[in-house]
């Protein structure tokens, strides 16, 4: 059975940081790509980051510059590290797990940015 459990979200100030988690079982976690989405209210779930199995990255440009995804295989966790957090960064942060013939979805953290 797959699953991918997302850690690390809650309530944080304008300006603050947070690091999600993504922990991965069932899976061979190193030969999956591994990405992180996020869903506002009301809109639709949008790309943040990716690293690839061979561990390059791509960044959406909302993020870029103010957050790093990396992934410690021996772990079978992807993280996410967000800085200079705003309003606008306020949702439910999903982990996905992929490769070219299937992919799975964790249940998401929620992320809420505020003073």
């Known amino acids: 059975q797959v699953q991918l459990v997302e850690s690390g979200g809650g309530l944080v100030q304008p300006g603050g940081s947070l690091r999600l988690s993504c922990a991965a079982s069932?899976?061979?976690?190193?030969?999956?790509?591994m990405a992180w989405y996020r869903q506002a209210p009301g809109k639709q779930r949008d790309l943040v980051a990716i690293?690839?199995?061979?561990?390059?990255?791509n960044y959406a440009y909302s993020v870029r510059g103010r957050s790093t995804i990396s992934r410690d295989n021996a772990k079978n966790t992807v993280f996410l590290q967000m800085n200079s957090l705003n309003p606008e960064d306020t949702a439910v942060y999903y982990c996905?797990?992929?490769?070219?013939?299937?992919?799975?979805w964790g249940q998401g953290t929620q992320v809420t940015v505020s003073s």
């Open positions: 996905k797990a992929y490769t070219n013939y299937e992919n799975y």
């Open positions: 069932g899976i061979p976690f190193s030969i999956y790509n």
């Open positions: 690293i690839f199995s061979g561990g390059n990255t």
